[in-house]
Nanobody, 124 residues
Framework: QVHVVESGGGLVQAGGSLRLSCAASGRTGSIYTMGWFRQAPGKEREFVAAIDWSGDRTDYADSVKGRFTISRDNARNTASLQMNSLKPEDTAVYYC?????????????????WGQGTQVTVSS
């Protein structure tokens, strides 16, 4: 079993920044991808960013490229999502997920474990 916990959400004005953190614990092993997804009210959960086990490969949704940066610290089993130049349309519950594989998946169904989510609200 793997336990995933997010932190760092909050309220920020448009143009501001937030940093989300994700901690994974339990039977993760050393090979797993960490991803971020988000879900706004009335919308489906969508892919935001992901990073492979080595930290060498990343992927981003087009809507966040150039504004968000994903990173990870394998010594601490953590991942972070630095979000800059935030827009009101970034408002959503952000979820961290773990995929126990080598791939970088952009589909939620490919991920094995999920956190409870953290709210990010961007005011205009």
């Amino acid at each position: 079993q793997v336990h995933v916990v997010e932190s760092g959400g909050g309220l920020v004005q448009a143009g501001g920044s937030l940093r989300l953190s994700c901690a994974a614990s339990g039977r993760t092993g050393s090979i797993y991808t960490m991803g971020w997804f988000r879900q706004a009210p009335g919308k489906e959960r969508e892919f935001v960013a992901a990073i492979d086990w080595s930290g060498d490969r990343t992927d981003y949704a087009d809507s966040v490229k150039g504004r968000f940066t994903i990173s990870r610290d394998n010594a601490r089993n953590t991942a972070s999502l630095q979000m800059n130049s935030l827009k009101p349309e970034d408002t959503a519950v952000y979820y961290c997920a773990v995929d126990l594989s080598l791939r970088i998946a952009t589909i939620a169904l490919e991920y094995d474990y999920w956190g409870q989510g953290t709210q990010v609200t961007v005011s205009s």
